[in-house]
């Protein structure tokens, strides 16, 4: 076994993420490898619209004409190679961009491309073959902005191994461009799975950016220096094992509770964690602070992947619109239900009036009156902001809302203000639409400085999908009855993390103390969380344990009124899930505090 160490730095969990973070891993820390994550669901639809209007659009400039143009000096410098899904829909175009500025500053860059995601063209051949949303079962729409397969790391490690500094991919499962690195680094094989499932969680953790060094973190005011925060460093070894760590003098918090929260993010049942190269099960998963902002990380277990890439097609669904307005003064919450009401009925029999289509869906939400917290709502604020959001197949219907809402601010309630950016503008309804296709129908291949190579890649394991190692239960609580007991909110004992998966809100909760873990085993019931989110109307809440490190994932399906784009909610994403799920009384033992 070597001892060799690969040092990676994960400089971007969106689209969007700061500027500041690259140049923070370049410059301030010992790295081999910078990688970027930036491509939601809802990033390919927009650069699919970017392409169909220039097709030399489509990927993310920013990474191009920001990030690399003003680093690579240093990264060509200090030998440090890049690896990002910055390509989008057009990864030619985003290397053909990056060439130039390469060339412009007088600097050789070998730059490979990874090819194959894009699979529009089949779709007739879907379509006639019956092919249905994976999770909702509904049939395909009639036609898509963007169908993109999510590849694996294996294309990433085969352009490495030519020699590439930098390697641009298109859709890829965000914690492959890190997988990629540690495959190609370390030589591992497709039948490496424990190595192959502890690269995944590597990857998975940084792949959010400064969401597994305090940011997001449950107890954010132990955090020091938002405004310089660290990015994550890994530092890997051939066996598996990593630690997490971030760049000396940056702010963040680096301990066993921020990255275990990161590690619950997203990720559904811990037991069957899915990527194109490994299934992996996180639920022995053991973190261990070895220093200062050093975390090590150990115990992700891989089996054989399926024989299917997971699909993401986005596709255009009608026209949204949302506005907002500021409500003040005494019963500020009722005013605001009265006066968003009152414009969905008015506007509802103008529609009519007019002869435009109805609206297909509403919401109206009165932030500041604790909506998301449903009946465990607190007395109201004398400030709320009302948010109606609207939903339609035209466009006119929409703009007939944006005229009609503020006119309430002259004949409906005392005490309203308006809040900027004057009349509100539709915009389309972006929706995802999720499937599986054989991985054999998906050919895939790099593009090494313009030489194609055709992958010839594993197929995958035809084990169905249940054949799951068991269910761990976390522990029994020991008989408490006849005991002095107190009631806390669930931020006394746990900390937590939210995000969404589709329609489905995924809650991570952590025990803060070991001896905490029996007593939420037994509180913390699917038909009690179903019941704090009852004002969401759940289908079906699902509890996963995870015992290697004292955490339970929460799986509540059919609550975020569609997902992404599609959803009028205000928490579309599932963000603040866990923080009203902390808000849940829960009844202890009063000695277990008190120890």
């Given amino acids: 076994m070597t001892d060799k160490i690969v040092r990676i730095g994960g400089a971007s969990g969106f689209w969007g993420d700061t500027a500041m973070s690259a140049p923070q891993l370049v410059r301030g820390a010992e790295i081999d490898y910078l990688v970027f994550d930036y491509l939601a669901e809802v990033t390919m639809s927009i650069l699919a619209a970017q392409r ?3 097709p030399n659009a489509g990927y993310a400039t920013d990474f191009v004409n920001i990030t690399m143009k003003s680093l690579l000096p240093d990264l060509v410098s200090r030998r440090i190679r890049v690896v990002a899904n910055a390509g989008g829909v057009n990864p030619l175009a985003c290397r053909d961009a990056l060439a130039r500025v390469a060339q412009a500053l007088g600097l050789n860059l ?9 699979i529009s063209a089949s779709v007739p051949g879907l379509r006639e073959r019956g092919v249905r949303e994976m999770f909702s079962g509904e049939p395909m729409p009639a036609s898509f902005v963007s169908v993109n397969a999510y590849l694996g790391a294996v294309p990433i490690a085969r352009a490495l191994d030519q020699g590439c500094d930098v390697v641009i991919t298109g859709r890829c499962v965000d914690s492959a461009v890190t ?24 990857g998975h953790l940084i792949e959010c950016g400064a969401q597994c060094t305090g940011g997001l973190f449950t107890d954010w005011d132990t955090v020091p220096d938002w405004e310089n925060i660290g990015f994550p460093v890994l530092e890997a070894r051939a066996d598996g094992s990593f630690i997490v760590t971030k760049p000396a003098g940056t702010g963040g918090l680096v301990t066993p509770a921020t990255v275990s929260e990161q590690l619950l993010y997203e990720i559904g049942d811990p037991r069957a964690y899915h990527v194109p190269d490994v299934c992996c099960d996180f639920t022995q998963v053991r ?8 975390v090590r990380v150990s115990g992700a277990r891989g089996r054989a992947p399926t024989t299917t890439y997971k699909v993401s097609a986005t596709f255009a ?3 949204r619109n949302q506005a907002v307005l500021v409500i003040g ?7 605001a239900r009265r006066t968003g009401q009152a414009i969905l009925n008015r506007t509802t029999r103008m529609l009519a009036e007019a002869g435009l289509p109805p609206y297909s869906e509403t919401r109206l939400e009165v932030l500041g009156a604790e909506d998301m917290f449903g009946a465990s709502a607190r007395p109201e604020s004398r400030e709320v902001v009302l948010k109606i959001a609207v939903r339609c197949p035209a466009k006119a219907s929409l703009d007939l809302f944006a005229r009609e809402f503020a006119p309430a601010g002259t004949s409906m309630a005392p005490g309203t203000c308006g809040l900027g950016g004057g009349r509100p503008t539709p915009s389309p309804v972006i929706r995802l639409f999720s499937f599986l296709v054989p991985k054999t129908e998906v050919p895939v291949s790099i593009d090494v400085d313009g030489l194609r190579t055709e992958l010839s890649l594993a197929a995958g ?4 999908l249940t054949d799951l190692p068991p269910q761990r239960v976390l522990a029994s609580a020991p008989d408490w009855s006849g005991e002095a007991t107190v009631t806390v909110p669930l ?20 025990a803060r103390q070991s001896a905490y873990l029996p007593y939420l085993s037994a509180w913390l019931t699917p038909e009690r969380v179903a019941a704090h989110f009852a004002h969401n109307q759940p289908s079906l809440v699902e509890r996963f344990d995870v015992p290697g490190f004292g955490a339970m994932n929460f799986l509540l399906h059919d609550v975020l009124g569609g997902g992404g784009m599609a959803s009028l909610r205000t928490d579309n994403l599932a963000k603040a899930f866990a923080q009203v799920l902390l808000a849940m009384p829960v009844t202890v033992p009063a000695a277990l505090l008190a120890a």
């Avoid at 495959?183 to 690269?199: C, I, N, P, V």
């Avoid at 394991?461 to 169905?464: I, R, T, W």
């Fill in 52 to 54: 169909l209007k220039d």
């Fill in 110 to 118: 070998k730059i490979g491309v990874v090819l194959g995601d894009e």
């Fill in 179 to 202: 997988l990629g690195v540690l495959m190609h680094e370390f030589g591992w094989r497709d039948s490496d799975h424990d190595q192959l499932a502890q690269g995944t969680l590597a």
């Fill in 287 to 294: 973190f261990e602070q070895v220093g200062e902002h050093r």
């Fill in 317 to 319: 669904d009608g026209f």
């Fill in 329 to 335: 003064g005494h019963d500020a919450a009722a005013k």
């Fill in 461 to 464: 394991s035809d084990a169905p």
């Fill in 491 to 510: 931020l006394r004992l746990a900390h937590g993390r939210s995000g969404d998966k589709g329609n489905k809100a995924n809650i991570g909760v952590i």
